[in-house]
């Protein structure tokens, strides 16, 4: 496979020496800081215990709170689970089911806040006994009470399989829109299809096309976000050219009652692969307002980078932001940004040991114009962490979210405040060394 040809040493990161650990000292707090320890959100007390995967956040400023969703991967049939989380850590009650029981399996769930209904809008797959993967929806009410039925989406006329599916919510005008990716058996290629649903969840119109497959190209791994400044969306997703074969990150805008206002275009396009796209909005004056989107990019083989560029309203594209390019593998990223302050939090996974498959969550405060753009933290977990979410809380907070597995035990989702007003501390003043909190490489 082709790699990218092009200068390390450029973009918005110093690339370090893997042996190397810069330490954060006091006078890095300004940049903020860790606002307490990770804390678990989401376990399985069994027996049998069971992996809790694929974690998704949104946050309710109305009452100060997060919700986590997860999906219980239960050996018959997986669940999906929530978690109520205090702004600035800390849970609130217990953890609760959005959908479970016999019957199906239900994965990869995401969850977005609606502050008109004062309610959240969780979507996740679900696989029936004998037939085929759709798109399910659920409101979930800011206590936790689920609110009406589940609504069923991808479900045409197809003989298709609708897998990971993304929403997002137009404030502006009180809808959603759900994306995923669809496997037609009779084309054998995967599309992209979305739908639109009011803000009580009921369906506008049928399910449409973002982006449909062909006998040479796959489109897969959706991810939406929305601009309340335009009342637009820009979705995201990998398109997989069988031919050379490499992958690309391309996007689409599109109005919130589902007109599109471009053809698709490349966003991530180097000679190596471009893939896990996710982006946020980034809504300023009236009218204006663009997108964010990251993705990971391949360098060489074990060797994977952090990308990201604005993406405006028109569809004009900034250079390439070089996030992480350092010589680990480095994937599966996510981003919130802070409308209030205009910084960004990115996260992501990196592979540290690729004999033992140690891996670290990496987290990267982006502050557009600011010299302390340099610092990498360890979000940190265990020893597997993965599959990292963030959602944006009050002015200066960041939540992150992830599932790992501590020694001799199954996966759970575990969780860590990040606050650009938070005091840098390392536990130096005590004398216990093992609580530093470093910059990385």
């Known amino acids: 496979m082709r790699m990218a040809a092009r200068n390390r040493q450029g973009g918005v990161l110093k690339v370090l020496f893997a042996a190397m650990v810069v330490t954060c000292w006091p006078g890095a707090g300004s940049a903020g800081s860790f606002a307490g320890d990770v804390f678990v959100i989401g376990t399985d007390a069994g027996p049998p215990e069971f992996d809790q995967l694929s974690p998704s956040i949104a946050f309710n400023p109305d009452r100060g709170e997060y919700l986590?969703?997860?999906?219980?991967?239960?050996?018959?049939?997986?669940?999906?689970?929530?978690?109520?989380?205090?702004?600035?850590?800390?849970?609130?009650?217990?953890?609760?089911?959005?959908?479970?029981?016999?019957?199906?399996?239900?994965?990869?769930?995401?969850?977005?806040?609606?502050?008109?209904?004062?309610?959240?809008?969780?979507?996740?797959?679900?696989?029936?006994?004998?037939?085929?993967?759709?798109?399910?929806?659920?409101?979930?009410?800011?206590?936790?009470?689920?609110?009406?039925?589940?609504?069923?989406?991808?479900?045409?006329?197809?003989?298709?399989?609708?897998?990971?599916?993304?929403?997002?919510?137009?404030?502006?005008?009180?809808?959603?829109?759900?994306?995923?990716?669809?496997?037609?058996?009779?084309?054998?290629?995967?599309?992209?299809?979305?739908?639109?649903?009011?803000?009580?969840?009921?369906?506008?119109?049928?399910?449409?096309?973002?982006?449909?497959?062909?006998?040479?190209?796959?489109?897969?791994?959706?991810?939406?976000?929305?601009?309340?400044?335009?009342?637009?969306?820009l979705i995201v997703w990998t398109r997989t050219d069988r031919n050379v074969p490499v992958d690309d990150v391309w996007g689409r805008l599109i109005t919130r009652d589902g007109v599109f206002l471009s053809p698709e275009f490349w966003i991530g396009y180097h000679t190596s692969d471009d893939f896990y796209a996710t982006v946020v909005g980034t809504p300023t004056a009236p009218g204006f307002g663009g997108y964010y989107p990251v993705w990971a990019t391949l360098y060489s083989p074990g060797d994977t980078d952090i990308y990201g560029r604005v993406v405006g309203w028109d569809g004009l594209m900034e250079p390439y932001n070089e996030i992480s390019t350092s010589i680990f593998d480095d994937n599966h990223p996510c981003v919130a940004y802070d409308e209030a302050l205009g910084h960004f939090f990115i996260a992501w996974v990196r592979l540290r040991d690729s004999l033992l498959g140690y891996t670290d969550i990496v987290g990267f405060p982006y502050l557009p114009d600011s010299p302390q753009d340099s610092l990498q933290w360890f979000v940190n977990g265990f020893s597997y962490p993965e599959r990292p979410a963030i959602a944006a809380g009050f002015e200066g907070e960041f939540l992150v979210v992830w599932d790992d597995v501590p020694a001799g035990s199954n996966r759970d989702v575990y969780g860590r405040v990040w606050s650009f007003h938070a005091i840098f501390a390392d536990g130096f003043e005590h004398g216990d060394t093992n609580n530093w909190s470093s910059a990385v490489p």
């Open 68 to 233: 986590v969703v997860w999906h219980n991967e239960r050996t018959v049939y997986p669940d999906i689970q929530a978690q109520r989380v205090a702004a600035g850590g800390g849970l609130v009650g217990g953890p609760f089911y959005i959908s479970g029981g016999p019957g199906a399996q239900r994965r990869h769930p995401d969850v977005v806040y609606n502050p008109a209904h004062q309610e959240f809008f969780v979507v996740w797959e679900e696989l029936p006994d004998g037939g085929r993967s759709n798109i399910h929806a659920q409101r979930v009410g800011p206590t936790g009470l689920l609110v009406g039925s589940p609504v069923v989406l991808g479900s045409g006329p197809e003989l298709a399989s609708c897998v990971l599916p993304a929403v997002a919510y137009a404030s502006t005008s009180d809808l959603y829109m759900v994306v995923w990716q669809r496997l037609v058996e009779a084309a054998l290629s995967d599309d992209i299809e979305g739908q639109i649903l009011s803000g009580t969840a009921t369906t506008v119109g049928g399910n449409f096309l973002v982006a449909t497959g062909t006998f040479t190209v796959d489109h897969g791994e959706p991810d939406i976000a929305y601009n309340r400044s335009r009342n637009e969306y």
